[in-house]
């Protein structure tokens, strides 16, 4: 094997895979000495027996060690190590609320406190968007600092509001960050240089978020907890940002996710009337296995439609992505009508 490739993707990769495996165990023996558990109750808990939290503090801790291991590759010229700061700071900010958060249960609007610190981190240390794609040819370049930092804020914020939310079946959330980790590597290898540091960025989250899903697939052995949930949008919103604003590409592998959660927003909001932290079973995920799938089946149809419509950004430009996300949404239509169908059909 070519020494340069083993380098930049094989050893980060497989590194962050033994390390993230070697952690978890670490931090699952550590959640369950203090009993920091998450108990089985009424509502969106539907595991039955007490499963030991902090689980994001073992990938957070793999992607930090990795970093400092590869800093040299990951600092290409375009990446500056103050983004690296970034994103040792703001998860670090993730780590605390989460662990508050499992510990003691924060109300709401003491949690979004610390998603708020993370986000206001990035663009503290300066990461800025300079320019968005523009759908019918060319970009958008976006001039004023301001405009920048409130586009990088609310994009990590709803990022980091995808993954918290989407965090409902055992191994949904960490497979769906292996799976978009991958897209993105895949995506730096069509559209960025070659041997870039966000490849190996997003190696790394891939090979951590693995190796903590093989303990987190059904039945789990550990939960993400809040901080875990967070940091893997922060890390997918972050590296977004850096591989030359990719948002749209983002958007589109995580467009299942991102539309759930925007409908149950809306419909919490403007429908029922109530705060949208306010937990139910109205998700996607939950209504899958209301329709009859098991966790399995339902956990697996949703890393299937991230596959499917994550793969068509590889090769398509950005007026082909507006078009996919047209088509994801007339998917989730679909499956929309076919849940309604099948829960009438049942007894």
């Given amino acids: 094997m070519d020494k340069v490739i083993f380098l930049h993707y094989v050893l980060p990769f497989l590194g962050a895979l033994m390390v993230g495996l070697i952690l978890t165990v670490l931090v699952k023996k550590f959640a369950e000495s203090r009993q920091i558990v998450d108990k089985p109750s009424a509502g969106r808990k539907i595991h039955q027996r007490p499963i030991p939290l902090l689980g994001g503090l073992a990938v957070y801790l793999t992607v930090l060690l990795l970093i400092m291991v590869f800093r040299d590759y990951i600092l290409d010229g375009r990446i500056l190590p103050q983004y690296l700061l970034a994103i040792g700071l703001g998860g670090f900010l993730l780590m605390i609320g989460g662990y508050l958060d499992d510990r003691f249960g924060l109300k709401p609007y003491l949690s979004i406190l610390w998603p708020v610190l993370a986000a206001l981190a990035v663009v503290a240390f300066g990461l800025e968007i300079k320019y968005i794609s523009n759908p019918l040819g060319g970009v958008i370049n976006i001039t004023s600092g301001l405009l920048s930092a409130l586009v990088i804020f609310f994009w990590l914020m709803g990022m980091m509001y995808t993954t918290k939310l989407l965090d409902g079946l055992d191994g949904l959330v960490a497979g769906v960050t292996v799976i978009a980790a991958v897209i993105l590597f895949c995506v730096s290898l069509f559209w960025d ?10 190696l790394i989250l891939a090979g951590a978020a693995l190796g903590f899903l093989i303990f987190n697939f059904y039945p789990a052995k550990i939960f993400l907890g ?27 592998i995580m467009g299942i996710p991102v539309l759930d959660v925007s409908w149950v927003i809306y419909r919490r909001l403007f429908k029922e009337k109530r705060s949208i932290f306010l937990g139910d079973q109205q998700h996607l995920h939950f209504q899958l296995l209301a329709a009859g799938l098991n966790q399995r089946q339902a956990v697996f149809l949703l890393y299937f439609l991230t596959l499917l419509f994550g793969s068509v950004a590889i090769f398509q430009q950005t007026s082909g992505k507006i078009l996919s996300l047209a088509v994801l949404i007339l998917v989730m239509f679909g499956i929309a009508l076919i849940i309604a169908r099948k829960q009438k059909k049942r007894p």
């Fill in 226 to 252: 809040e901080g875990g949930s967070t940091f893997l949008g922060f890390m997918l919103g972050v590296l977004a940002i850096i591989s030359g604003a990719k948002i749209a590409t983002t958007l589109l």
């Fill in 193 to 202: 240089v070659d041997q870039s540091g966000t490849s190996l960025l997003a």
